[in-house]
């Protein structure tokens, strides 16, 4: 009888256990909160023209709020079910995990050490880090740094590279692309380093400053989660978003529509 009690025990608490996962898997699965939910919180930047910025209206407007979009209608029907949060290249990683944002699409590359902490979806773009400077400039390429001062802004892949190329460069970082190009306008710098995409949207809005020709990296952007199970299904829908978007050559046409080059995906 003892026995029969307590084998009954634990299938009970068997039971519970597995109910109790079940509840937690449910819970911690991004993909099905964001259903629940039923709107999609996406991170995106307001300072790095044409891929995150406000239009004229004050509405959230880019390439990459143009895929968030995209995404919102693939996972919930509706391109309207979406509420986007500014993020900086130097706060994005926070808010994605505060869990501030489901995910974010704000020019971000996708790196080795990146990987380690953050999931990520396939490329949807490529870029290349590149020089912006001043017209009349004598800076022709990265190596003329050396000795001069150097924009970068804080959380982008530019201060590394910049270190590495360029080690006598004296590097000033700032929060976000808008006071990068103010502190460049006012001669506190000699040149920004950033990527090819971000300068020649400061470049095609004033013919005062110049994007040097020459490109120094290969920047796959690409849309980031938070690192673990939890973000399996949601990067697995996204990239079947990014799939049909591509092939279907509704990207294409959007990129075009921003004057955005096409990128070897
Ligand atoms: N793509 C680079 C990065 O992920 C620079 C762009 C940015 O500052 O967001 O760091």
Do not use: W
Request: proline letters at 3%; glycine letters at 8%.
């Amino acid at each position: 009888m003892y026995k029969k009690i307590l084998s009954l025990l634990m299938l009970v608490i068997i039971a519970c256990c597995g109910c109790g996962k079940k509840q937690e898997e449910a819970l911690t699965n991004d993909l099905d909160n964001i259903i629940s939910r039923d709107k999609l919180v996406v991170g995106v930047k307001t300072d790095t023209y044409p891929f995150g910025y406000y239009d004229e209206k004050g509405h959230f407007s880019g390439y990459d709020a143009a895929l968030a979009r995209l995404i919102a209608r693939g996972i919930l029907g509706s391109d309207k079910k979406i509420k986007f949060v500014p993020v900086t290249a130097s706060d994005r990683m926070m808010k994605l995990y505060s869990g501030d944002v489901d995910m974010i699409i704000a020019t971000m590359s996708v790196t080795p050490k990146r990987q380690e902490i953050l999931d990520f979806s396939n490329s949807y773009y490529t870029a290349g880090q590149a020089v912006l400077v001043k017209k009349g400039s004598p800076i022709k390429t990265l190596r003329d740094l050396n000795g001069k001062i150097a924009i970068i802004v804080f959380g982008s892949t530019s201060e590394k590279s910049l270190r590495t190329a360029v080690p006598n460069a004296s590097i000033r970082g700032y929060r976000t692309y808008t006071d990068a190009y103010k502190a460049l306008k006012a001669g506190k710098a000699d040149a920004i380093v950033s990527d090819d995409t971000i300068l020649l949207g400061l470049a095609l809005k004033d013919d005062g400053v110049v994007l040097l020709p020459k490109r120094y990296s290969k920047e796959p952007y690409a849309v980031a989660f938070r690192k673990g199970p939890e973000s399996k299904d949601l990067v697995r829908a996204v990239n079947n978003v990014i799939d049909i978007e591509t092939r279907n050559g509704h990207l294409k046409q959007i990129r075009e529509s921003y004057g955005i080059k096409n990128s070897a995906r």
